[in-house]
């Protein structure tokens, strides 16, 4: 099975960036090599919604350059269901267009971070294990 992996301070840095947007959804791309996050980098939601999300297309644009001028790709795109599961919805699916990338979503349902990541290729989703690492 496929894996992400996460060091703790990032995935705490994707986790307190949704609780601080929260009630709208959170969304940003994660940096790494081979399904290695390196760096975090948090993103606008430009539709300010607490049901879908939508990064603003000049920061987006800056950052991927910032990303493949570093030397490393992106490893996952990540937003946050604020009263939802940690799963994708229709839109989150039907939206999918990086196929190479993984979707993390952290779930704040009750108040309770819950993350998962996924691919998402041809409407297809398959979940994805998380390994947390120290450094």
């Known amino acids: 099975m496929a894996q992400l ?4 301070h ?8 949704c609780q601080e947007i ?3 959804e959170a969304c940003g791309i994660l940096a790494g090599k081979d399904r290695i996050v390196q760096r975090v980098y948090k993103m606008r939601n430009i539709e300010n919604s607490s049901v879908s999300y939508m990064m603003d297309p000049k920061e987006q644009l800056t950052i991927m350059k910032e990303i493949k001028k570093s030397g490393l790709d992106i490893t996952a795109i990540y937003h946050s269901h604020p009263d939802l599961d940690a799963y994708p919805s229709q839109k989150d699916i039907k939206l999918a267009s990086y196929p190479d990338s993984l979707y ?3 779930s704040l349902f009750n108040k309770e971070p819950k993350t998962k990541a996924f691919t998402i290729k041809d409407k297809e989703v ?5 390994k947390v690492v120290l450094k």
Do not use: D
């Not at 992996?5 to 703790?8: D, M, Q």
């Not at 990032?10 to 960036?17: G, K, N, R």
């Not at 398959?126 to 998380?130: G, H, L, N, R």
């Open 10 to 17: 990032l995935l705490a840095e994707v986790i307190s960036h």
């Open 104 to 106: 993390l979503i952290i």
């Open 126 to 130: 398959e979940e994805v294990e998380i």
């Open 5 to 8: 992996i996460v060091p703790r």
């Open 22 to 24: 929260y009630p709208k």
